[in-house]
T-cell receptor, first 117, second 113 residues
Framework: EAEVAQSPRYKITEKSQAVAFWCDPI?????LYWYRQILGQGPELLVQ????????DSQLPKDRFSAERLKGVDSTLKIQPAELGDSAMYLC???????????????FGPGTRLLVL | AQKVTQAQTEISVVEKEDVTLDCVYE???????LFWYKQPPSGELVFLIR??????QNEISGRYSWNFQKSTSSFNFTITASQVVDSAVYFC??????????FGKGTRLSVIA
């Protein structure tokens, strides 16, 4: 069964350091999403890509966060510099991106748990 | 604005009991989609069901069933004869307007053997 891959699964870093997370969506899925999930909360969208283009990054803290999907396949989310409040689960999801995005089911990866010390 | 409320933060049941997880949503759109996801301790969100706003038929899948009522803006999820493997956090989510997916805060279900 096709899955969304993410790495690393766990990351511990010190504040002010740079961190990067990688996501490989389900093959053929044009739409890719990055979410942040704080402990005890639901996931919140950070950025959405359609192929290599950013569709929505309105909730991405652009002073320290960046995301790219250069070839429209896998994607990298970077934080520089990391702050204590960035400790969270970072989830990647993908959907087919062929119809109305409203109705598409998103499939999630296992996430990266980030701890900033 | 779109909003999903899962009022039950945590629920504990004994194995084989039935349990219902509540979900109430808010949207001004007439076309919208509702989802349920399961998040086990390993962390990934597992898709369970998608329902559009024009289909109010209840759905059953094995021990899982969903009750969609537009009149009360609710999309509740029932697990029949719960098992320890059902222990997880369950999220209800809404897709409408220009927002792809808005999640509730989740309900943590603990099934005790």
């Amino acid at each position: 069964e096709a899955e969304v891959a993410q790495s690393p699964r766990y990351k511990i870093t010190e504040k002010s350091q740079a961190v990067a997370f990688w996501c490989d969506p389900i093959s053929g899925h044009a739409t890719l999403y990055w979410y942040r999930q704080i402990l005890g909360q639901g996931p919140e969208l950070l950025v959405q890509f359609q192929d290599e283009s950013v569709v929505d990054d309105s909730q991405l803290p652009k002073d320290r966060f960046s995301a790219e999907r250069l070839k429209g396949v896998d994607s990298t989310l970077k934080i520089q510099p990391a702050e204590l409040g960035d400790s969270a689960m970072y989830l990647c999801a993908s959907s087919m991106g062929q119809g109305g995005l409203l109705q598409e089911t998103q499939y999630f990866g296992p996430g990266t748990r980030l701890l900033v010390l | 604005a779109q909003k999903v409320t899962q009022a039950q933060t945590e629920i504990s049941v004994v194995e084989k009991e039935d349990v219902t997880l509540d979900c109430v949503y808010e949207t001004r759109d007439t076309t919208y989609y509702l989802f349920w996801y399961k998040q086990p301790p390993s962390g990934e969100l597992v898709f369970l069901i998608r329902r559009n706003s024009f289909d109010e038929q209840n759905e059953i899948s094995g021990r899982y069933s969903w009750n969609f009522q537009k009149s009360t803006s609710s999309f509740n999820f029932t697990i029949t004869a719960s098992q320890v493997v059902d222990s997880a956090v369950y999220f209800c989510a809404l897709s409408s307007g220009n927002t792809p997916l808005v999640f509730g805060k989740g309900t943590r279900l603990s099934v005790i053997a």
